[in-house]
């Protein structure tokens, strides 16, 4: 059989972590265990405010060894309760990777069996989620020098939402053109797709009228 | 014919061959053999431009896979004289496959701009035709055929190696039909493509 | 020696893939780097805002062209998460079949564009000789040469055609035998191994903080799976182990990432192998399309409030699709679908483990990180 991770050590690994958590100010942590295939995953669910995420991520990476920054996401909530009118959810991951010890001039591969590991050696998975209130430019702590892995992400995030990085250095467009507008961020929700009503796009539903740059002209 | 730096004393070759040449377009003319010449060199031209179509290399998105596996050796285009180069001003066909932002929009045409006459350009795909899936998009301009003139449409998402190598069975026929006349005329809409606009 | 910047691309034929490589040299050496992403950068995520749960497995299919459905999988696990449905276990071995066909066949993608940026061009043809067979197995399965749209919320589209079980188990067997091939190639190739090894090291740790995962993370010496650290599917009932390479002293260079996905490739033949024989009610069973034992019945709105998420190993890394219920339709359509992709946080770092080389070494360290340009712009 294939070596995975046991269930019961990531459950157990995951709530002693939510618990470690939950005794920070302003942070709310539970374990939330997701069935997938044929065995559940456990994932650590933390509530900040963004006030306490600062303390929150040098915590996380200093004691719990979170290591890994895999996504940034950042939600616009117009019709949202007034305390949560844009979100951020940020998703780590604890590897446990650390370079090869090196024998003998040899590098040796560290092939750990899976199913032993245990305690703060097991992978978890983190997903913590920041509420901003309503306002006009919200903002949030930048993680930019203790994840670099969260670099790219918070350019993507400011490029695409609108959620500004405190402390991030170096922001600017990735994704879209550098030309774009400022204050254009497409994943608002007052930004509508192109033909969002599909009336404009059933006037003309074949393209009868729309016309290529060359027509007319012989070629 | 005495204007500065003229050197009388050196035989002015250029004057004897531009004389010359006036004389022997006149005699051609008047025996009509220059008409045969004229047909027969631009059948020979128009033979070689459609049997030896060089695209660019350049790989948009999906369907340039497919574009690859067109040339890889199960379908194998080479045998149709399709030979890819990397540099613009090596090619004949300008082989766009995929959606066309907003940011590779001017790369893009000047990229056509780059190619010398005669030139030709395939929309591979539905993202070059019209947009494709992502006709909705903020980002994305509804087919290329809004900055560079199209001659071929192939469509499919993506189309298969057999439909690429029907395509240019088309343009071939199309090259038959009309020769290779040069499109000096500017793409018709002139509206510059505002980013931020949907 | 005056410095200039050079921009390589977005038209290029050794970046794989649409940006633009801005390199700084001073003389031959280069020694700064600037990725520019963007040039397909269609806004998914927006346009997925205001579409069906069903219908955005098309649009994750065309996000990494190069391995469609690790990508359109990699989708369904996370509204499976959404929606909180159980898939059958048949449909559970039919997908990881369809995910590991589909793995070989974006290495051999990889390995075919990467042999002419080092120079070797004639396996180019060889690996793509190879993908056309594992394209006409996805082919019987998915419909298509290269966007399935194969799994649904709760199952796959249909069962493994009559006659795919031989025909699968004659091809991934052949191509075991190519891999030696590929292998002898490469490693008799005195000009491949002076232009790979020694060039482009990255170490774990850093790895690790820059985001990296896979393929890449797994040749610098840690065998770190999300397969096997955070279980889906039925990965843990089949016999395998992910590979790892013994890297060099200064960490992983380009020659233990091109052996990484060799051994990769093998790995995931076997996988499709030993698959097609421990699958439930066996291979050669057939079940028409939507049949409870390979699609379960799965509910189609998400109310506001509920969240999906899933870590997933694609070809490439670990990719992860975020999706918030509660959008249009009264939910029919998500609020929010937000795409991890491995290769946008790669390919900044791969840009920095270029510093310091020569500017001959650009193709051979940035194709050995195998960017796909895809996922990166969304």
Not at chain 2, 126 to 133: D, M, W
Not at chain 3, 71 to 90: G, K, N
């Amino acid at each position: 059989m294939g070596k995975v991770v046991s269930a019961s050590n990531q459950k157990s690994a995951a709530e002693s972590m939510a618990s470690a958590l939950s005794s920070m100010e302003g942070v709310d942590a539970e374990v939330s265990e997701r069935k997938s295939g044929t065995s559940p995953r456990n994932i650590v669910s933390v509530d900040c405010s963004s006030e306490n995420w600062r303390i929150l991520a040098e915590c996380m990476r200093v004691e719990h060894d979170v290591d890994y920054c895999s996504m940034i996401t950042g939600i616009h909530w117009p019709e949202g309760s007034p305390d949560k009118n844009w979100e951020v959810i940020y998703h780590f991951m604890r590897m446990g990777v650390t370079d090869p010890p090196v024998i003998d001039g040899m590098v040796q591969p560290i092939i750990k069996d899976p199913t032993t590991l245990e305690g703060k050696e097991v992978p978890l998975e983190i997903e913590v989620r920041i509420a901003i209130p309503e306002t006009r430019d919200p903002k949030v702590a930048s993680v930019q020098d203790i994840w670099v892995g969260a670099d790219w992400n918070e350019k993507e995030t400011w490029d695409l939402v609108g959620i500004d990085f405190e402390g991030h250095v170096g922001m600017r467009r990735v994704l879209q053109p550098h030309e774009t507008p400022v204050g254009f961020h497409p994943l608002q929700k007052q930004h509508k797709l192109r033909y969002h009503d599909f009336e404009e796009m059933y006037d003309d539903a074949q393209g009868f009228l729309r016309k290529p740059s060359d027509a007319g002209k012989i070629k | 014919m005495d204007g500065d730096g003229q050197n009388y004393s050196v035989f002015n070759s250029r004057m004897l061959v531009d004389t010359v040449g006036d004389i022997t377009d006149e005699a051609l003319k008047a025996s009509r053999i220059k008409d045969v010449i004229g047909v027969l060199v631009g059948r020979v031209f128009n033979w070689s431009q459609r049997k030896s179509l060089f695209p660019l290399h350049l790989g948009i998105k999906c369907c340039a896979l497919e574009m690859a596996a067109a040339g890889a050796s199960r379908f194998d285009a080479e045998r149709f004289g399709v030979f890819f180069r990397s540099s613009p001003r090596q090619c004949d066909v300008l082989l766009v496959n995929g959606p066309i932002s907003k940011k590779f929009a001017d790369p893009i045409v000047r990229l056509w701009e780059q190619m010398p006459e005669p030139k030709w350009c395939i929309a591979m795909g539905e993202c070059a035709i019209s947009g494709g899936p992502y006709f909705q998009s903020y980002n994305v301009l509804e087919g290329v055929d809004t900055i560079i003139p199209v001659d071929v449409y192939i469509p499919g998402c993506p189309p298969r190696p057999e439909a690429l190598i029907d395509g240019f069975d088309k343009l071939r026929q199309k090259i038959i039909r009309i020769g290779a006349v040069p499109d000096d005329a500017a793409p018709e809409s002139n509206n510059p493509i505002i980013i931020g606009d949907v | 020696m005056a410095e200039m910047w050079i921009s390589m691309g977005p038209q290029h034929p050794m970046t794989h893939g649409l940006w633009t490589l801005k390199v700084k040299v001073d003389g031959e050496t280069v020694v700064d780097t600037e990725p520019d992403l963007g040039y397909i950068h269609r806004g998914v995520e927006k346009i997925c805002e205001a579409r069906d749960f069903t219908q955005i497995t098309t649009y994750c299919d065309r996000l990494c062209y190069a391995s469609a459905n690790t990508w359109s999988h990699s989708y369904i696990y996370a509204v499976e998460d959404l929606l909180e449905v159980e898939v059958p276990e048949r449909a559970e071995y039919i997908r990881l079949i369809a995910v590991e066909l589909q793995r070989i066949a974006s290495h051999l993608m990889w390995l075919g564009a990467y042999g002419p940026d080092i120079g070797n061009l004639s396996v180019m043809v060889w690996c793509l000789r190879e993908r056309e067979m594992m394209m006409d197995l996805l082919q019987e399965l998915g419909g298509s040469r290269m966007h399935y749209n194969f799994p649904r919320v709760g199952g796959v589209k249909r069962d493994l055609p009559h006659g795919f079980a031989q025909r699968a188990r004659a091809k991934v067997s052949l191509f075991l035998d190519r891999i030696q091939e590929y292998e002898a190639l490469f490693d008799e190739s005195t000009i491949f191994l002076i232009r790979t090894q020694g060039v482009g090291y990255s170490k774990a740790e850093e790895m690790v903080n820059h985001g990296v995962s896979g393929p890449n993370l797994r040749a610098g010496g840690v065998n770190y799976d999300v397969r096997t650290a955070h279980p889906y599917s039925v990965y843990s009932e089949l016999d395998w182990e992910p590979p790892v390479e013994r890297p060099s002293i200064k960490g992983a260079d380009c020659y233990d990432r091109y052996r990484i996905r060799v051994e990769e490739m093998r790995v995931s033949a076997l996988m499709v192998l030993e698959a097609l024989d421990k699958i439930p009610r066996g291979a050669d069973t057939y079940h028409e399309p939507g049949d409870p034992a390979i699609l379960a019945k799965a509910p189609s709105r998400a109310p506001e409030g509920t969240s999906g998420a899933h870590h997933f190993e694609d070809s490439r890394g670990e990719s992860m699709f975020y999706l918030a219920g509660g959008g249009e339709g009264r939910g029919k359509m998500p609020y929010r679908a937000s795409i991890r992709s491995p290769m946008f946080i790669t390919i900044p770092y791969a840009s920095k483990c270029m510093i310091g080389y020569k500017v001959a070494d650009i193709p051979a360290i940035m194709g050995s990180f195998d960017p796909c340009i895809g996922e990166t712009d969304r």
